[in-house]
């Protein structure tokens, strides 16, 4: 009894949780199918009395969200797949190739995920810009290409694959290269996948670097796209809430559809709290 009663009140808090976090959501929806003198009033109202796709035809009509969007989706597959192109070999060097000084070597490489990224603007962006590179959907990719945490994530699971696996390899004639294609990726598909979809989403949610390398508006990404839409049309709430709720909607699919890859990527890396 006295434990139905904990699992029940577990119950409770973790539904309270879900809906704490999950209201905001739900709010930015509701008032982005509101007119704006629904929003702008002394009198609430939860729901919308006349719900409308006004504000999203708007953001479609009068700014070059579409574009956005696409901008979007360039910069953030093109980081996903060279992320996993850099990440992979390089973690597979660190758990299976003995070389002096790998394990310090490994460690600095985990260093840079405690450098703020602040503090690399300013020598990043004299540096695109001696390049002319600067104001260029480049600009946005480059500097997120390589994952400190995608290197660690694929590290730990390497090492867990069984060097007899690589020895026969050997045996039968395969180089280190094949051995690498052929049988560790293949193994590490849970890993690869978790460090694809965090290389995607980080690069989706970017906006400081994308707000200061690109200066032109049809280049903007869509995180740089709508907060410069808020500035735009001021307190035209309704309307700010439709670029939100189209800005999160391809990143939400995206989860939704590979969150279980997720899930299952971490808790095979041997990750401990």
Do not use: C
Not at 97 to 104: C, D, H, S
Not at 236 to 255: D, K, R, T
């Amino acid at each position: 009894m006295k434990k139905h009663s904990k699992n029940v009140i577990f119950r409770i808090l973790e539904i309270f949780i879900i809906a704490i976090w999950i209201f905001p959501l739900v709010w930015m929806v509701i008032t982005s199918l509101k007119y704006e003198n629904e929003v702008v009033t002394r009198v609430f109202t939860f729901l919308p009395q006349n719900p409308t796709l006004h504000n999203y035809q708007e953001a479609f009509g009068s700014t070059y969200i579409l574009q956005w969007l696409i901008n979007s989706l360039v910069i953030s597959v093109v980081t996903m797949v060279f992320t996993f192109l850099l990440d992979a070999p390089i973690a597979y060097a660190f758990a299976k190739i003995r070389f002096p000084g790998r394990n310090i070597l490994f460690w600095v490489v985990m260093a840079g995920m405690m450098v703020p990224f602040q503090v690399l603007i300013v020598p990043l962006y004299l540096q695109f810009t001696s390049y002319g590179i600067i104001n260029t959907l480049l600009s946005a990719i480059l500097p997120r290409l390589a994952l400190p945490i995608g290197i660690f994530i694929l590290r730990q699971f390497y090492e867990g694959i069984p060097t007899a696996l690589e020895e026969a390899a050997f045996i039968d004639g395969a180089g280190r290269l094949r051995t690498f294609v052929k049988i560790i990726l293949p193994l590490g598909k849970a890993a690869a996948t978790t460090v694809i979809i965090l290389a995607f989403i980080n690069a989706w949610n970017d906006f400081l670097w994308p707000l200061i390398a690109i200066s032109d508006s049809v280049n903007y990404t869509i995180t740089v796209g709508i907060a410069n839409f808020q500035g735009t049309h001021g307190t035209e709430y309704a309307m700010i809430m439709a670029g939100a709720v189209i800005a999160s909607l391809p990143e939400l699919v995206f989860f939704l559809i590979f969150r279980r890859k997720i899930i299952d990527g971490i808790a095979m890396t041997g990750l401990k709290g």
